[in-house]
C-alpha cells in the first residue's frame, strides 16, 4: 500500500471511532474500500486525460475537521450576499457554523440544515436518499468524498413549496495548523412542483493551503425546480474536485449556473440524469484562469427518456500559463426520441502560452432526435475591436471591455440582481485591464 | 482640410487604389460614386484607421497631420468619424455608455470638460429625435438585434452626438427604405455647417437627391477618373458606369 493511501486509512479509522451515525458505517466502509482499491486517477483514465491529480496525491492532507481558525466579520459580510437575504448556511473548514448561519423563519415543513445534524437525526429520510443519486463506484473521489463525510447540507423542499428566498451554503477555508482536506456532502431533495433556489459558494481567505473534495445529490421530484448556483472562488493555493449529480423526474426543471474562476487545481463534475419525460436541464459555465491555474469542468448527460431537453452554454477565458479543459458528453439512449440536446463551448485565449482542451461528445442511439454541438477557440473579434476604436476608445480598453462582454454572457443569466452584481464586481477584477472598463459597465 | 495623394494601397497582394486623388475642405460635402470594387469602402477604412490595407505610395495628411500614422482611436478623438456600410453587433456592451466614453474621449482630446450623466443624458434627448432614434436602443447592446434600417440610424446618431470633423460615410443608403434614407438624410443636412466635411461613399445617386453635394467624384479602378458637381450624380445615374469607362 502506498503512503497515499496509508494516510487516509490512518485517518478513515480515526473517524469510524468518532462518528456518531453507525448506520452510515457500513457505507463509508464500502466507500473507502473502492477508494483504496482504485486510488486516485492516473491520465491513463480517459476521463482524467487533460487534468493530473498527482499534485493532490501526494499531499497529505489532513481528513478529519478541525475549525479552529477564527474567521471576521468583516470577512464575513465581504462573503455572503448580504443584500440578497439568503436562507444562510455557512461552513468553516468544512465544519457547521452556527454562529453564521441564518436558517431561521424558514416556511413550515421545509428542511434545512446541517449534514452532521441530520445524520444523526433524520437517518430514515437518509437511509433512503442518501448515496442513490451519485455513483461512487466508479469516482474515487466521490468515494473518497462518502467515506468522508462529515459536514454539508441537507435540504428538504416539500412539495407544492415555492421558497422565495435563495438558500446560500458557503465553504469558507482559511489557513489552519496543518494543510487539510474537506468532504462537504449536500443532498437536496426537492418534492413535486416545489421550487427553488440554491448558492453553493466555496472561498478561499488568504491563499489557504487546503482541498476540497465535494459532493451534491439532488432529486427533482415531478414538476420540482431547481436553480443552483456553484462559485467557485478557492483560495490561488487550493485543490478543488467537485461533484454535481443530478436525477430528474417528470417535466422538472434544473437550472446550473457554474461559475469557477478559483483555485490551483479544478475540477468540476455534474452529471444529469434526465429520467422521465418532459425532463429539462440547463448547464452555463464561465471558467477564467490566469498564471499556472488549471480548470478543468466535465459534464455528462443522460436522455432516458423521450421529450426530454439538455442545453449547456460553457465559456472560458484562459490567460498567463493556465489551462482550461472542456469534455462535455451527452448520451441519447435508445428509447429517447424527440429529445434535443444542444452543447457550446466557447474559449477565448489572452495569452500564446495559455491552452485549451476541449471535447463535445454526443453519443446517440436513437433516430429521431435534434441535437448539436460546438467548440470554439479564438481571439477577440477583429471587427468589434476596430468599431471600438473607431468611437474612440483606445486598445487596451476595447481588449479588456470585450473580453468583459464575452464572459458576461454567463454571468446575465443568474437572476438574483444582487448576487449577478456581486459576480459581475469580482469577474471584472479578473480581467485584464479591468480599471479601465468600470465606466462601461 | 484632408489632402489625399497618390494613394496605393494592397490587400494581400491586391492592389485596390492605385493612384488615388482627392481634396476635402472644411464645410464641403463630397459624393465618391463608383461601381462595386472600385475601392470606395477601401478608401472609406483606411481614412479610419482599419487594419490589413498595405499603402505601398502616397500619403495622407489630416489636419496639416500625417492621418497614417495614428491609429482609429486617435483619429477618432482628432475628428474623424466613420459611419459603417456594416455596424458590427457587440453583444455585451452597452450602446449608451460607450457613446458618453466615446465623447468624453473626444472632449478630453480637445480640452473640453467631460459631461456628467445628467448632461449627457439631455444631450443625447435631442439628438435621437433628430435621427428618430427609438429609446429602447439606447439601452440595447451594440448593434444587437438591430435591423438594418436601425443600425445606420443608430450611426448617424452616434455622428449627431460625437460632432466630427470630418465624416465619412460608407454605403449609409444601402438597404434603406425612403422613408429611413428621408431621416437618415434629413440628420446628415442638419449637421451640415462650415466647420464640419462630409465624405459620402454611395454606389447610387438616390441618397444625393437628398443631400445635396458639392462635389461629385467617380472611383473606377483605384482612381478617381472624373469629378464634377451634383449634375455629375444625375449623369451618372442615367448613363451608367459604362459610360465614363
Same mark, same amino acid.
Given at each position: ?67 479552529? /481558525? ?86 428538504? /423542499? ?176 435508445? $428509447? ?49 475591436? +476596430? ?55 | ?55 505601398? $505610395? ?72 433628430? /435621427? ?24 448617424? +446618431? ?59 467624384? /467617380? ?27
Amino acid at each position: 500500500m502506498n503512503e497515499t493511501i496509508q494516510h487516509y486509512l490512518t485517518d478513515f479509522k480515526q473517524l469510524q471511532n468518532i462518528k456518531k451515525d453507525d448506520w452510515f458505517s457500513k457505507h463509508r466502509q464500502s466507500a473507502f474500500n473502492i477508494f483504496q482499491e482504485s486510488g486516485f486517477p492516473s491520465t491513463r483514465k480517459e476521463n482524467w486525460k487533460y487534468t493530473d491529480v498527482k499534485p493532490i496525491a501526494k499531499n497529505l492532507f489532513s481528513n478529519i475537521a478541525n475549525s479552529n /481558525v477564527v474567521i471576521n466579520d468583516d470577512e464575513i459580510d465581504a462573503i455572503l450576499f448580504k443584500e440578497q437575504k439568503c436562507i444562510e448556511l455557512v461552513f468553516v473548514n468544512g465544519t457547521y457554523s452556527e454562529k453564521y448561519s441564518n436558517i431561521r423563519n424558514l416556511p413550515n415543513e421545509i428542511i434545512i440544515k446541517n449534514m452532521a445534524n441530520a445524520l444523526v437525526n433524520d437517518k430514515d429520510f437518509l437511509k433512503k436518499h442518501l448515496t442513490q443519486y451519485v455513483n461512487y463506484d466508479s469516482s474515487s473521489f466521490t468515494a473518497l468524498n462518502t467515506a468522508f463525510i462529515q459536514d454539508g447540507a441537507y435540504i428538504n /423542499v416539500p412539495s407544492g413549496l415555492i421558497l422565495e428566498r435563495p438558500i446560500n451554503i458557503t465553504y469558507i477555508s482559511k489557513n489552519n495548523s496543518n494543510v487539510f482536506a474537506t468532504h462537504p456532502r449536500n443532498l437536496i431533495f426537492m418534492g413535486e412542483n416545489s421550487k427553488a433556489a440554491i448558492i453553493e459558494n466555496y472561498i478561499g481567505i488568504d491563499d489557504a493551503n487546503y482541498f476540497t473534495n465535494t459532493v451534491t445529490e439532488t432529486s427533482l421530484s415531478q414538476g420540482a425546480s431547481l436553480k443552483h448556483y456553484k462559485i467557485q472562488q478557492e483560495s490561488s493555493n487550493a485543490f478543488h474536485i467537485g461533484n454535481l449529480n443530478t436525477s430528474q423526474n417528470k417535466d422538472s426543471r434544473f437550472e446550473s449556473h457554474s461559475i469557477s474562476i478559483g483555485g490551483a487545481l479544478v475540477r468540476n463534475d455534474i452529471n444529469a440524469q434526465l429520467n422521465e419525460e418532459g425532463a429539462e436541464i440547463i448547464m452555463n459555465g464561465l471558467y477564467m484562469t490566469d498564471n499556472a491555474q488549471h480548470i478543468d469542468n466535465h459534464t455528462r448527460v443522460d436522455h432516458f427518456k423521450p421529450y426530454t431537453q439538455s442545453n449547456q452554454n460553457y465559456r472560458g477565458v484562459l490567460n498567463g500559463k493556465s489551462r482550461g479543459v472542456f469534455n462535455g458528453k451527452v448520451v441519447v439512449h435508445p $428509447q429517447a426520441q424527440k429529445i434535443e440536446a444542444y452543447q457550446n463551448n466557447a474559449n477565448l485565449l489572452l495569452s500564446d502560452d495559455a491552452e485549451i482542451d476541449t471535447k463535445p461528445e454526443l453519443e446517440i442511439y436513437a433516430d429521431d432526435v435534434k441535437c448539436n454541438h460546438g467548440a470554439t477557440i479564438g481571439q477577440l473579434d477583429n471587427d468589434m475591436l +476596430f468599431y471600438l476604436r473607431s468611437r474612440a476608445v483606445d486598445e487596451q480598453t476595447a481588449r479588456s471591455l470585450l473580453t468583459y462582454a464575452f464572459v458576461d454572457e454567463i454571468i446575465n443569466n443568474i437572476s438574483f440582481q444582487s448576487i449577478k452584481n456581486k459576480l459581475e464586481h469580482l469577474i471584472i477584477g479578473r480581467l485584464p485591464d479591468s480599471s479601465l472598463i468600470r465606466e462601461y459597465v | 482640410m484632408l489632402h489625399i495623394k497618390d494613394l496605393y494601397t494592397a490587400v494581400d497582394n491586391k492592389k485596390i487604389l492605385k493612384g488615388l486623388n482627392l481634396s476635402v475642405n472644411v464645410g464641403e460635402v463630397h459624393a465618391i460614386m463608383g461601381p462595386n470594387g472600385s475601392g470606395k469602402s477601401t478608401l472609406a477604412n483606411i481614412l479610419a484607421g482599419k487594419e490589413g490595407y498595405n499603402i505601398t $505610395q502616397g500619403s495622407v495628411s489630416y489636419e496639416n497631420e500625417n492621418l497614417l500614422e495614428l491609429s482609429p482611436e486617435e483619429r477618432a478623438r482628432k475628428g474623424v468619424f466613420l459611419a459603417f456600410q456594416y455596424p458590427v453587433e457587440i453583444p455585451g456592451v452597452n450602446n449608451i455608455y460607450l457613446l458618453k466614453a466615446a465623447l468624453n474621449a473626444i472632449r478630453k482630446h480637445q480640452g473640453e470638460p467631460e459631461l456628467d450623466a445628467m448632461e449627457f443624458m439631455n444631450l443625447v434627448k435631442g439628438k435621437m429625435k433628430l /435621427v428618430q432614434m427609438n429609446e429602447d436602443l439606447l439601452s440595447r447592446s451594440v448593434n444587437e438585434g438591430f435591423s438594418g434600417g436601425e443600425k445606420k440610424r443608430n450611426e448617424i +446618431f452616434q455622428m449627431a452626438v460625437l460632432e466630427p470633423k470630418l465624416a465619412i460615410l460608407d454605403e449609409t443608403d444601402s438597404g434603406l427604405d425612403i422613408d429611413a434614407l428621408k431621416i437618415v438624410a434629413e440628420g446628415v443636412n442638419s449637421l451640415r455647417n462650415k466647420n464640419r466635411a462630409f465624405i459620402l461613399v454611395t454606389h447610387y445617386q438616390r441618397l444625393l437627391n437628398y443631400i445635396k453635394p458639392d462635389h461629385v467624384h /467617380v472611383l473606377s479602378k483605384g482612381k478617381i477618373i472624373k469629378s464634377g458637381g451634383p449634375e455629375l450624380a444625375l449623369e451618372l445615374e442615367e448613363k451608367g458606369y459604362d459610360w465614363i469607362n
